[in-house]
């Protein structure tokens, strides 16, 4: 009975290491396939000042497609938030301050938003604040992956080689002289 109670055990043992092995192998095939492992190099680099700004094209509120590519020679004031975000309510009376303050020189507000109903939620919102920069839809959260955000607001700004200067996480007052004389000295550069 001994003998028969020792095989057993040994085989119940065999079993929890052949399960165990299985569970390992299935978990190093999915931090693998991950693209954000440590394994894998081809993972994209982190975006911060001086790096080119990754290239997107998004449909703005009249459907008509716009690419970041197109506005080489401007400075690009790119900004990702959600109708549902207060920090980013909070800032869009600003961001309409400062694009008054520009519109007309080099200069480009393409405000993302990753809201999920897109133009339904963002046109009316736009209308109800009296917002008149570029609002583009990126209902699949593109841009998420893209400009690595962690949340929302955040905002890039790029200059006219389309190169990041400055990444912005979090509300600010855009239209306050030192915002507005930041921006116009970045316009008057070649």
């Not at 001994?2 to 978990?27: C, M, P, W, Y």
């Not at 095939?29 to 000042?49: A, E, G, W, Y």
């Not at 980013?88 to 080099?106: A, F, I, N, T």
């Amino acid at each position: 009975m001994s003998e028969n109670s020792d095989q057993g055990t040994g085989i119940k043992f065999q079993n929890v290491i052949l399960l165990g092995l299985i569970v390992a192998g299935i978990g190093i095939v999915i931090m693998l396939q991950s693209k954000d492992t440590l394994f894998n190099p081809t993972s994209t680099p982190l975006l911060k000042k001086g790096t080119p700004a990754p290239d997107f094209t998004l449909p703005g509120l009249d459907g008509e497609m716009v690419r970041l590519a197109d506005q080489k020679g401007k400075v690009v004031f790119l900004n990702i938030w959600a109708t549902w975000c207060p920090p980013c309510v909070q800032e869009m009376p600003s961001m309409e301050k400062l694009y008054q303050q520009l519109k007309g020189e080099d200069f480009e507000i393409l405000a993302v938003s990753i809201d999920k109903k897109g133009a339904e939620a963002v046109l009316p919102f736009m209308k109800k604040h009296n917002l008149s920069f570029t609002a583009l839809i990126d209902a699949k959260e593109s841009m998420k992956y893209k400009y690595q955000t962690t949340g929302v607001p955040e905002t890039f700004i790029i200059d006219k080689n389309g190169i990041i200067v400055e990444k912005v996480i979090g509300a600010r007052d855009w239209a306050t002289p030192d915002a507005i004389g930041f921006l116009r000295n970045l316009i008057q550069r070649n």
